[in-house]
């Protein structure tokens, strides 16, 4: 697997297209749960916003963009959060953040979703680049504890696992709640919760039919047009952008990761 990713990942997709991934993400049972009913308080985003959001760019710029040892040391960092993310007695499922087959799911959602946002904003990937975009991706989940040969062989394979996968999720009251919370920002000052209803229309637009059915989200016919229409436009601008910007803030959360190995601080 080459070391270098085979495309721009424009860094205003994690702000854009991340609350939908979560959605994705979470709407597989044992991963919403573990969410939800996590005991690990520094790593939540409803307490804890801004390190929330830190943690998470990281942890994507280490995937694309870090060295082998980076990649080895974040994750023994995020491995340290993890250890105490698990069902107990209570719980209505069971999960475990060390389940390999759910942390294959998250990182499907994660290439799933870079993929699908380069696209809309940027048009089809020609078929050796989406190939190439595609083996790496294994990234997303090989950071953890995903092996190389879990990651589905080929984009056939994938869209196999994706098919079986999205007929597997369900979003239950509880943690349809909690991502609803999400959208409507409310871990976030009162000013800025003045965003909340473009980023729950945005959100649903990133969102794949089943999700949005599982959200409870309305969209209609001139919803499409209208985000289409914004995603080309934003494709237009950022093509013109000079490559570090687009990158931003994944380049600016890398560095600050380099930073906290060089002197010692916590990375996650």
């Not at 991963?31 to 804890?48: N, P, Q, R, T, W």
């Not at 229309?201 to 059915?213: M, N, Q």
């Not at 229409?229 to 931003?248: D, H, K, S, Y």
């Amino acid at each position: 697997m080459s070391d270098e990713c085979p495309i721009v990942l424009d860094g205003i997709g994690g702000f854009l297209a991340g609350p939908a991934n979560v959605i994705m993400q979470l709407a597989l049972a044992p991963v919403g749960y573990g969410v939800i009913e996590s005991k690990v308080d520094s790593g939540k985003a409803m307490l804890h916003p801004v390190k929330r959001l830190r943690t998470t760019f990281t942890y994507l710029s280490v995937a694309m963009y870090g060295s082998p040892d980076e990649r080895r040391r974040y994750r023994d960092a995020v491995n340290g959060s993890h250890r105490f993310v698990r069902s107990d007695a209570d719980s209505p499922v069971a999960y475990n953040a060390f389940d390999k087959d759910l942390q294959l799911w998250v990182a499907a959602c994660l290439y799933y979703g870079a993929v699908d946002f380069v696209q809309r904003l940027h048009g089809p990937l020609d078929e050796p680049t989406a190939d190439a975009f595609y083996r790496f991706g294994a990234r997303f989940g090989t950071t953890l504890q995903v092996t190389q040969d879990m990651w589905p062989a080929d984009r056939v394979e994938f869209a196999h696992y994706w098919d079986v996968m999205t007929d597997k999720i369900a979003i239950d009251p509880p943690v349809r709640a909690y991502l609803r919370s999400l959208l409507a920002l409310e871990n976030l000052p009162r000013p800025l919760r003045l965003g909340a209803r473009f980023t729950t229309w945005v959100s649903t637009g990133f969102l794949p039919p089943k999700f949005r059915e599982e959200m409870q989200l309305r969209w209609t016919e001139r919803d499409e047009r209208r985000f289409v229409r914004l995603m080309r436009r934003l494709g237009a601008v950022q093509r013109r952008l000079p490559g570090p910007v687009r990158r931003f803030p994944f380049n600016f959360f890398l560095w600050d990761m380099r930073l906290r190995i060089r002197f010692g601080r916590r990375l996650v």
